[in-house]
């Protein structure tokens, strides 16, 4: 019999990661049965969060000049601010949801509820993403720095669009376990200051490491897009005309397929089938054999 995660709320600090399992399982089941509305909603939130997180980024990168790794870590930091309001005030990512993927394999939700979960998310968090775009480039605030803001933006973008298929999957892998990882240990605890610090260094990391999220594509490349035709933001670049060649839609469209597979694998495989097996694959033995 499972332990009531309200009773043991009120005795502990904090949960272990057996007790983790069983409220990310349940938390899945909830997800995947929730509302199609509430949920696509709350997608729309969790896109506008990370594309202000990278509104934020950018920022940063634009203004600081070089490259230097106090620079580097302060920019990850800043990308954390939209994980850090999706988790804490509530909205719904396609990475982060990656873990229902753990009450599937627990046989609590059927394949197609996992499915229409992440499908409905996924367009949800597009939606969210490109309209903060859309909604940067109208204030003009890339022009700060003399549309360095801007440059940076189409050189992040660049980056992310110049990266091979596999590259951009295998990316995409270690972006989303260390965001599933992130999930895991917010839930795990239970004061906001805990889920705060859960987040933050996970998603520092992947910022300052340039690892691949969907999302964060989602509002990158769009935003870049709808300033590539501005000389300035491409002077302020500094790159040249071969390497802005790569900002196309196919190669948009190639790069959101294998960093969202990559996401997937790492955050569904990785996180949520591994700690499913180390958890609860004995507990779901057992609960076969009682009710047979």
């Known amino acids: 019999m499972r332990n009531d995660p309200e009773d043991i709320s009120a005795r502990v600090d904090h949960f272990a990661p057996p007790m983790v399992a069983d409220l990310v399982e ?3 089941v909830s997800k995947a049965t929730s509302k199609a509305l509430n949920t696509f909603v709350l997608s729309i939130l969790g ?19 070089e490259r230097a790794p106090l620079v580097v870590l302060s920019a990850g930091a800043a990308f954390a601010l939209g994980f850090v309001i999706s988790f804490v005030a509530g909205a719904e990512l396609f990475t982060s949801n990656n873990l229902v993927a753990m009450s599937w394999v627990s046989r609590h939700i059927p394949l197609r509820f996992m499915v229409r979960n992440w499908s409905i998310v996924f367009a949800g968090n597009f939606i969210g993403a490109v309209t903060v775009a859309v909604a940067g480039y109208v204030t003009a605030w890339w022009e700060a720095g003399g549309a360095r803001v801007g440059g940076a933006a189409l050189e992040l973008a660049a980056s992310e669009l110049s990266q091979p298929f596999l590259g951009a999957f295998i990316s995409g892998v270690l972006a989303n376990a260390l965001v599933c990882l992130a999930v895991w240990m917010t839930i795990g605890g239970r004061s906001t200051t805990h889920k705060i610090l859960a987040t933050l260094f996970p998603i520092t990391a992947m910022g300052a490491m340039n690892l691949r999220h ?4 989602m509002f990158y490349v769009p935003l870049a897009a709808l300033l590539l035709g501005d000389p300035d933001v491409a002077l302020a670049s500094g790159l040249r005309e071969s390497e802005l060649a790569v900002l196309t839609w196919p190669r948009y469209l190639q790069a959101l397929a294998a960093v969202t597979l990559g996401n997937i694998v790492g955050g569904s495989v990785l996180v949520g089938f591994v700690y499913w097996f180390i958890y609860l694959r004995t507990k779901q033995a ?4 009682a009710n047979r």
Do not use: N, P
């Not at 896109?47 to 000049?65: E, N």
């Open 26 to 28: 349940g938390q899945g």
């Open 47 to 65: 896109g506008a969060f990370v594309g202000l997180g990278g509104m934020f980024t950018l920022t940063i990168l634009g203004q600081a000049g």
């Open 286 to 289: 057992e609960e076969r054999r």
């Open 214 to 217: 969907v999302v964060a594509l």
